[in-house]
């Protein structure tokens, strides 16, 4: 079992670089982050063009909507910075001693993840469809292929977080059902034995080991019985 229940497993143990990398969560946030910026970067750099050679001021390339490069750089920013607290909060993990904590820090994944799938899922909307009405010039020319990446891209990000999503929503239900497990429910001396069950009174009996009813040796020959001859 990994270390994504919040429920299951030994606070505090060691973490393996390797091993962290190789997990499905991890490969997810560094392919979002890695969107991300190539979303932000795009319009940033080569989004705003001039209308042509006669007006030196930059437009945004979407339909000369100010507000689509914004929502599209806004977007990509946030998931950048998201992207970086979520994987040092899956690096820490484990370090996390409390239960409680442990919950709340997947279910601010599942939410972060689920709004931010949806804030893409706008943004792939309006920058696709500001692209369509957009006019095609000199200027606009240039700057296409940065346009067109900035919305494949947020189309891809979409089903990104929306798989950071649903492994969050699997974290939280293995951790719910490993609930009754936590790990500081347990002793903290792995070496401690397991208490003894409770007797007729109601008082846990003190003995770690009972033995066993019914442990008498039988004499194969009873006393007073003698094997007939025949």
């Known amino acids: 079992m990994e270390g994504a229940s919040f429920g299951a497993g030994r606070a505090g143990g060691a973490i393996d670089p390797v091993d962290f990398l190789k997990q499905p969560q991890t490969i997810l946030r560094l392919t979002t982050w890695i969107f991300s910026i190539v979303v932000f970067g795009s319009i940033v750099n080569e989004c705003y ?48 001693s409390s239960v409680k904590d442990r919950k709340r820090a997947v279910l601010l994944d599942l939410g972060f993840s689920g709004f931010l799938s949806f804030l893409w899922f706008v943004a792939f909307c309006f920058l696709a469809n500001q692209w369509q009405w957009t006019t095609m010039s000199k200027g606009v020319s240039q700057g296409a292929d940065a346009a067109r990446a900035a919305i494949t891209f947020s189309f891809f ?31 903290t001396d792995p070496n401690a034995a397991y208490p003894g069950y409770p007797t007729g009174s109601g008082i846990e009996s003190t003995e770690t080991y009972q033995s066993p009813p019914f442990t008498e040796t039988l004499d194969a020959n009873p006393k007073g019985y003698q094997v007939p001859a025949y």
């Open 49 to 96: 063009v001039n209308k042509d050679s006669q007006n030196p001021e930059l437009l945004c390339i979407f339909n000369e909507n100010e507000s689509a490069c914004s929502y599209g750089i806004a977007v990509g920013i946030i998931a950048f910075f998201g992207c970086i607290f979520f994987f040092v909060v899956d690096l820490y993990f484990q370090q996390i």
């Open 157 to 187: 990000s979409i089903i990104v977080w929306v798989a950071l999503a649903v492994k969050a929503l699997q974290r939280y239900r293995l951790g719910t059902d490993m609930s009754l497990f936590a790990t500081d429910q347990f002793a």
